[in-house]
């Protein structure tokens, strides 16, 4: 995962802080205050949420690059390639799924 600058992943810090914040406004009882929790809370998921999606966009856009390089920087000798390997994916994950005793 992400680790901060001391070595603590963002992970654990997010969730002992969201912790906190969770206890000290349990029993909040001025809506003002509770409608900007709850506001505050689901911006700060959102933000979240796109940052995490722009790093995964960039990791595929990498891996698409470098995938292509592999057969000579074209995407169409890429294709065929991706797809065979998918298939066997989908197949790999749908024979997972079924019965031991349905062959």
């Known amino acids: 995962m992400w680790p901060n600058s001391r070595g603590v992943l963002w992970r654990d ?3 002992e802080n969201e912790r906190k914040e969770f206890e000290e406004a349990r ?3 001025d809506s003002k205050v ?3 929790l709850l506001i505050g809370g689901r911006d ?3 933000s979240a949420l796109e940052k995490l999606a722009e790093k995964q966009r960039h990791q595929i856009q990498k891996e698409r ?3 292509c390089a592999l057969v000579g920087g074209r995407e ?3 294709m065929p390639a991706a797809c065979a390997v998918e298939m066997i994916h989908t ?3 749908i024979h997972d799924d ?3 005793n349905i062959l």
């Open 27 to 29: 029993f909040e009882k």
């Open 65 to 67: 690059g470098d995938a």
């Open 91 to 93: 197949m790999s994950l």
């Open 76 to 78: 169409s000798m890429a």
């Open 44 to 46: 700060a998921v959102v």
């Open 98 to 100: 079924l019965p031991l």
């Open 13 to 15: 810090i997010l969730r």
């Open 34 to 36: 509770v409608t900007r």
